[in-house]
Each structure stands twice: as C-alpha cells, then as structure tokens.
C-alpha cells in the first residue's frame, strides 16, 4: 500500500503565483488534514475534512482553500502565494469518526515562495 | 487554545541508557495521546498511542499517562544512535477533534 502520497514533493513559486497541493490516500480513511511545519512553530493544522463532503478550518487557514475531492482525495490551493507561506506542507489521513485515531502522513511538499 | 508542550531539547543520552521525554497539555478534557517521531527532512511516524491512565508498552518504547496532572512521556529503553530525531506528541480532545502537536524534542543518541 502507498498509504498518503502527496505531490509535488518541492516547488519554487513566485509571489502571487497560484498553485495546488495534491493529496490521496488508499487507507479508506474518512478525514484528511493539512498542516504546515515550520521551524520553531511545529505543526500547524490549516484546514481538516472530518468525512466526505466536509470541510473545516484549521489553526492557520489564511491563503489557503481546499478541496475534499472524493473520500480518497484532498488538495490545498494557493490562490497568491506570499513569502510567510514558504513551509514543508504534510497531508494526512485518519479513520476519523468518534475516536482519535493516530495520523499517517504524507512524505511533505517543500514550498519556497520567492 | 489547546496547547502541547515540550523540552526542545535537545536531549542528549549515551547509546544504551534510557531516554525521557515529556509533554504537558492544557485542555483537561483530552482522551487521546501519541508520540511521533521525526528524522531530519521526513514526515512524523506514529510510534505510540495511550488513552487510559498508566504505562503502556511496546518493544523498547513505553509510553505514560496521567490525566490528572496533564502529563504524557516516553521511555525509550536501550537507546540506539538510529533514535536520534525529534518526537513529537501530539493531543486530542474528546468527541471529533483534530490533533494538537507540541513543537517536538529532538533526542541526540550517542554512540
């Protein structure tokens, strides 16, 4: 099983240029999370879908939206990226539902918005 | 704001000894405990979850609850130099809720 397979694994953008985090699982996990690591910050939710069909907002979801596209497939847009936004992003899944399940997550993209 | 924290370390042990780490959470209600482990430019890898009271083990790691003093550890017994990374712990609340991560502690094991 490939488990969270994120792409692309880095990307350069300049400011105000768009782009999309791509994200899947094959675990038929019900929720998937985006966060973003940065040094000194840790990990920072940005925006969660519980199920299917659902999203809601993180910590941090300012410049971002997302797309819970089927239950396998959730992306993270940047609509104008900005330097603040230069960050390792990770997506995860978990069987969600009414118990915390621990998270498995995504190798990472590693953004640099000059 | 629920809050997590952790030492950042780093925590410096001997190949072989015994390392602890600890974590400190602020929302009482919370029922779900893990710790992650992270090596330098990877992703975090679950490694240990606890939601009741007391010790649970699992090979050399042991992971410790006490809800009434707010406070989740990790013994990791035997230390070896491929342990050294940064763990991560992470909390839930109760019902649907997504997981708060402390900032990690980065444990050095020397050879």
């Known amino acids: 099983n490939a488990g969270v397979t994120q792409t692309p694994k880095f990307q350069v953008l300049k400011t105000g240029q768009s782009m999309t985090l791509q994200c899947a699982q094959d675990?038929?996990?019900?929720?998937m999370y985006w966060y973003r690591q940065d040094p000194g910050m840790g990990l920072r939710l940005i925006y969660y879908?519980?199920?299917?069909?659902?999203?809601d907002k993180g910590e941090v979801p300012n410049g971002y939206n997302v797309s819970r596209l089927n239950k396998r497939e959730f992306s993270l847009r940047l609509e104008s990226a900005a330097p603040s936004q230069t960050s390792v992003y990770f997506c995860?899944?978990?069987?969600?539902?009414?118990?915390?399940?621990?998270?498995?997550f995504g190798s990472g993209t590693r953004l640099t918005v000059v | 704001q629920k809050e997590v924290e952790q030492n950042s370390g780093p925590l410096s042990v001997p190949e072989g000894a015994i390392a602890s780490l600890n974590c400190t959470y602020s929302?009482?209600?919370?029922?779900?405990f893990f710790w992650y482990r992270q090596y330098s430019g990877k992703s975090p890898e679950l490694i240990m979850s606890?939601?009741?009271?007391g010790d649970k083990e699992d090979g050399r790691f042991t992971a410790q609850l006490n809800k009434a003093s707010q406070y989740v550890s990790l013994l990791i017994r035997d230390s070896q130099p491929s342990d050294s990374a940064t763990y991560l712990c992470?909390?839930?609340?109760?019902?649907?809720?997504?997981?708060?991560f402390g900032k990690g502690t980065m444990l050095l094991v020397s050879p």
């Open positions: 675990m038929n996990h019900n929720s």
């Open positions: 995860a899944s978990s069987e969600g539902r009414n118990r915390a399940h621990g998270y498995t």
């Open positions: 606890i939601y009741s009271n």
């Open positions: 992470a909390v839930n609340g109760g019902g649907y809720s997504t997981l708060t």
């Open positions: 929302d009482r209600g919370s029922q779900s």
């Open positions: 879908s519980a199920s299917e069909g659902t999203t």
